[in-house]
């Protein structure tokens, strides 16, 4: 299984561009995320999705977008880049939105990260 | 919201040492999690762990949650150890829903 998938990788953007940042998982999770790290720093979440069909803000949602395509796709818009977005993205899943069920189904999985850089 | 903090900050270990990494955090929390994050960028779960002691090979992990910290141990460390560990936690108190991460704690394991 392939688990998370983003993409690009890598993306270097102008002031003003805009941009969508793909993930999908097959593990046929029902809860997707997308964080931000920043260097030195932990991660923030920006969006969340509990379920398909729902999308909430996070800590830092400004300037960006979500949708949540189906069960597998959560993508994430830059709709006018700035300077201030320039970090590393990462999409993650888990088969729960955090508590009950079982132990296992609120762990989270992540991809391998997107590193956007904006001039 | 909950704020979590983790100490030290950075770590330098001598391949073979054990080690303590310690995460607080400042409400009551339904779900933790230790991450690690490689230098090549990719987090990996460690361990689920609310409450309670696990053990993973040479990894380890204790939840005191009326403490409200946790401890993960790293024995007999290996180069491959380096890295970044996060802990994250969840309260269901909190508007919204989300894993919240503190900042981290940097390894760095040398031969």
């Known amino acids: 299984n392939a688990g998370v998938t983003q993409t690009p990788k890598f993306q270097v953007l102008k002031t003003g561009q805009s941009m969508t940042l793909q993930c999908a998982q097959d593990?046929?999770?029902?809860?997707m995320y997308w964080y931000r790290q920043d260097p030195g720093m932990g991660l923030r979440l920006i969006y969340y999705?509990?379920?398909?069909?729902?999308?909430d803000k996070g800590e830092v949602p400004n300037g960006y977008n979500v949708s949540r395509l189906n069960k597998r796709e959560f993508s994430l818009r830059l709709e006018s880049a700035a300077p201030s977005q320039t970090s590393v993205y990462f999409c993650?899943?888990?088969?729960?939105?955090?508590?009950?069920?079982?132990?296992?189904?609120?762990?989270?999985?992540f991809g391998a990260g997107s590193r956007l850089t904006v001039l | 919201g909950i704020q979590v903090e983790q100490s030290p900050p950075d770590l330098i270990l001598q391949e073979g040492a054990n080690s303590t990494l310690r995460c607080n955090f400042s409400?009551?929390?339904?779900?933790l999690q230790w991450f690690h994050q490689n230098p090549w960028g990719q987090l990996i779960n460690l361990f689920y762990?609310?409450?309670g002691t696990k053990q993973n090979g040479r990894l380890s992990a204790t939840t005191v949650a009326t403490e409200r910290y946790s401890l993960l141990y790293i024995s007999s460390s290996q180069t491959t150890d380096s890295g970044v560990y996060f802990c994250?936690?969840?309260?269901?108190?909190?508007?919204?829903?989300?894993?919240?991460f503190g900042g981290g704690t940097r390894v760095l394991v040398k031969p």
């Open positions: 409400d009551s929390v339904n779900n």
């Open positions: 762990i609310p409450s």
């Open positions: 999705s509990a379920s398909e069909g729902t999308t």
């Open positions: 993650a899943s888990s088969e729960a939105p955090g508590t009950g069920a079982s132990a296992g189904a609120n762990v989270l999985t």
């Open positions: 994250a936690v969840y309260t269901i108190k909190a508007a919204g829903n989300k894993l919240t």
């Open positions: 593990m046929n999770h029902n809860s």
